[in-house]
């Protein structure tokens, strides 16, 4: 493996002057960010600010118009082999979930995997329940009951699947997690206790990266990012936000605290 | 332990094996030169106006046939179909026994292949373009009647009997009620009917019906690879535009696609879709009157020649067994090779965009092609036998599922396969399991729907020599012997029953736990 190891310093994710063209305005603008190792970053912003568009430009989904992006100080590799390594250590939890819906709750831990798996573990995955224990450890962690293994994933609750997709994040073993609105659809008892979970899986060497349009949910986060028209509002401690700080950002809405 | 459903998918590739490991035993060392220049001549098809001139012709006839083989068959199929509808008996008479007796009645008709029936109609009839329109005709109608029934049965009867209850008159009840949800369906159904029905005209031509079937016969028979290329040009040209035109239309409609779960409503333009299947009358007549179809000569029976010697006896020491055991085999390896290849030539072409459009690109060429002119061309370097025959079988049908998984991949929501491209893992991995995971079930039941086609289209590669009843039958019917060739007939029709509630069995339990 000839892939030069990233220095211990270098930050999980560099986002340098990137934008992205929209049909009237860009949709992120010169944007530079920076996101290191135990960081919990909470991305703030109206509708349409960007903030999906950060998130997909920063797991590879989307490729920036301008500017550069360094995932553990190094660009996306070109060899397809080393950029597929590059990108199994960033995990993103969709605001679908994106959840294979033919599949078992095991089946779809273990789809995590694939980016290690060859062809016969990923057809075997097919047929018989693999790494067991390590698919129980992860619902466990997401407080799922691992009887739900062999479940199709069409009998879950809403609260479930939402837990099972944290829970299939966790089995990537990423070191960046991504996460687009996660909490938007539900209700606010089930969000916090979500919430939870997921910052105490954030844990430094990992980082988390959620974007949420709740400010009352700030508790938790290290810093907060708002971003409002494709460009950086603001970048401060978590503890430094205050009411004027989101007026500024939600423009003429009042934010609720 | 069940498989997952794109497991499953790949289950009947498996057929890929015996095939490829019997393959090299059926090489013959002689027609490679051949095969080398047939594909040279793909680039290089001949110019000539005369030969142009008279492949445009064929092309008249082949279309003419299919259009109005396709009208009569949407015509008769409508009226059998309302005639076979237990909602439509229920609400007129009160009964639903005559339904079933018709819808029981019917499968007869659809049972058997329509080259058959050209063949037969040909016996009696003498060649004229009539022969080929009713062969397309009278199958069609019987398998339209079904599907119309089949979704009339299927809508909610809600809304037809608050109308009765209200008191309307039962025919005018079951227009307004079932009338505007049955068409898209229908018409849906029409689209795909037309795009058979001009493959089948050709096929019926390279039996000798006349059109471009024949003239694409003709010069493959006599080795003029350019001039065959003209022809399959040209048929290409028309196949790609009638798909586009269906495609166009269904989409304007908003029309259920085939491999569609669920009805999706009344579709838009409704009146558009009236006006459209009301200008197609005229257009039919005049077609007919081109081409020289006369009604009278419905009446002029030839009298079928005389009997040859040996009566029933012949008849039962016929090999039934192989014949009826060399048919399931040939459709069983024509269904697996079909089925499981498509979605294997996809997950391998997955990483590369380029790969995935030369794929494409022969599913069109598999599917212009009638199965015997593949046939005749696989047996330049190819043994006869059933696995040259199911060769040129399953590669045909190949062709149609392939464009129907490519489709239905389309359709289907992306984001599941992007998800797993995003955490790392390779294209061809990520397809596998997001995007064919999706499709597999309905795919699969498509496939079952198929694999019964293919047990009727054994017949068309019977040239092959000694694969089954299709075979026998040809030679039964070029030696003038009626009554083998009517034991034939019952012993397939009943097969082919089989075969279609057992396809139908399998179709409903895949989509049920859909």
Same mark, same amino acid.
């Given at each position: 493996m000839a892939r030069p190891e990233p220095a211990?310093?270098?930050?999980l994710l560099e986002l340098r002057q990137i934008t992205v063209a929209g049909r009237?305005?860009?949709?992120?603008?010169?944007l530079d960010l920076r996101i290191d190792c135990g960081e919990r970053v909470a991305l703030l912003g109206p509708s349409g600010a960007g903030k999906s568009t950060l998130l997909a430009v920063a797991n590879g989904s989307l490729v920036a118009d301008a500017g550069q992006l360094l995932w553990q100080g190094l660009p996306?590799?070109?060899s397809a082999r080393q950029r597929r390594r590059q990108q199994a250590r960033i995990g993103t939890l969709w605001q679908d979930l994106r959840?294979?819906?033919?599949?078992s709750v095991q089946q779809n831990l273990n789809a995590a995997r694939l980016a290690h798996w060859g062809w016969p573990r990923a057809l075997l995955n097919l047929l018989l329940p693999l790494e067991t224990a390590a698919c129980a450890e992860a619902l466990l962690q997401m407080?799922?009951?691992?009887?739900?293994?062999?479940?199709?994933?069409?009998?879950?609750s809403g609260g479930q699947r939402q837990r099972l997709a944290m829970a299939r994040l966790l089995r990537q073993q990423p070191s960046l997690l991504l996460a687009d609105e996660?909490?938007?659809?539900?209700d606010p008892r089930l969000a916090s206790q979500l919430l939870a979970l997921l910052l105490r899986q954030a844990q430094a060497p990992r980082a988390l990266v959620l974007s949420l349009h709740?400010?009352?949910?700030?508790?938790?986060?290290?810093r907060v990012i708002g971003l409002r028209q494709g460009r950086l509002l603001f970048d401060c401690?978590?503890?430094?936000?205050d009411g004027a700080w989101l007026r500024r950002l939600y423009g003429s809405e009042a934010a609720p605290l | 332990m069940r498989p997952a459903p794109p497991l499953l998918l790949l289950?009947?590739?498996?057929?890929l094996l015996p095939l490829l490991i019997a393959l090299p035993g059926l090489l013959?060392?002689? %027609?490679w030169e051949l095969i080398g220049q047939f594909g040279v001549a793909a680039v290089t098809p001949s110019l000539d106006p005369i030969v142009l001139q008279s492949l445009l012709a064929g092309l008249g006839v082949t279309v003419a046939m299919a259009l109005l083989g396709w009208g009569l068959s949407l015509l008769g199929g409508l009226v059998l179909g309302l005639a076979s509808s237990r909602t439509v008996w229920r609400t007129l008479s009160g009964q639903e026994l005559p339904a079933q007796l018709i819808r029981r009645l019917l499968a007869v008709p659809r049972s058997i292949h329509e080259l058959l029936w050209g063949l037969l109609l040909l016996q009696l009839l003498?060649?004229?373009p009539v022969v080929a329109v009713l062969a397309i005709a009278i199958p069609y109608a019987a398998l339209v009647a079904r599907v119309v029934s089949d979704l009339l049965d299927a809508l909610p009867t809600a809304n037809l009997e608050a109308l009765r209850a209200s008191g309307a008159p039962a025919p005018a009840a079951l227009l307004t009620a079932l009338g505007p949800p049955l068409l898209p369906g229908v018409l849906s159904y029409g689209g795909y009917r037309l795009e058979c029905a001009l493959r089948s005209a050709t096929l019926l031509g390279v039996f000798g019906l006349g059109g471009l079937g024949t003239e694409l016969k003709l010069t493959l028979q006599s080795l003029e690879f350019h001039e065959l290329w003209s022809g399959l040009w040209v048929l290409l040209v028309v196949m790609l535009l009638l798909e586009a035109g269906v495609g166009q239309l269904r989409r304007r409609w908003s029309m259920p696609r085939r491999?569609?779960?669920h009805q999706a409503g009344v579709g838009r333009r409704g009146r558009e879709m009236v006006v459209a299947l009301l200008a197609l009358l005229p257009l039919l007549l005049g077609l007919g009157w081109i081409l020289g179809?006369?009604?009278?000569?419905? %009446?002029h029976w030839q009298p079928l020649p005389g009997l040859g010697s040996g009566g029933w006896q012949a008849v039962l020491s016929l090999p039934w067994f192989q014949l009826v055991g060399g048919t399931l085999v040939l459709t069983a390896l024509a269904a697996g090779l079909a089925v499981g290849l498509a979605p294997l030539q996809l997950l391998v072409a997955a990483p590369w965009p380029w790969l995935r459009r030369l794929v494409t690109c022969g599913w069109v060429l598999a599917r212009l092609w009638p199965p015997p002119l593949t046939l005749l061309l696989l047996l330049f370097v190819l043994k006869p036998g059933v696995i040259t025959a199911a060769l040129a079988l399953g590669l045909h049908n190949l062709g149609i599922l392939g464009r129907l998984l490519r489709e239905s991949l389309e359709d289907h929501n992306p984001a599941a396969q992007e998800a797993l491209l995003a955490a790392g893992s390779g294209p061809r991995l990520a397809l596998f399991y997001g995007g064919l995971s999706g499709v597999a079930r309905s795919y699969l039941a498509y496939g079952a729907y198929r694999s019964d086609v293919m047990l009727r289209e054994t017949v068309v590669v019977?040239?092959?020599?000694?694969? %089954?009843l299709g075979s026998q039958m040809l030679e039964s019917l070029s030696s003038f012997a009626w009554d083998q060739l009517a034991a034939l007939v019952v012993v397939y029709a009943l097969l082919t029953l089989a075969g279609e509630e057992l396809s139908d069995r399998l179709r409903r339990r895949l989509l049920q736990r859909a």
């Open positions: 211990v310093a270098a930050p009237d305005r860009p949709r992120l603008e010169a996306p590799a070109r959840l294979i819906e033919e599949l407080e799922l009951d691992p009887a739900l293994l062999p479940q199709p994933v069409t009998a879950l996660p909490l938007a659809s539900l709740r400010p009352d949910l700030l508790v938790g986060f290290d401690a978590a503890a430094a936000v | 289950l009947p590739a498996l057929v013959h060392g002689g %027609g003498g060649l004229q491999l569609a779960l179809v006369d009604p009278a000569a419905l %009446g019977g040239l092959a020599g000694a694969v %089954g």
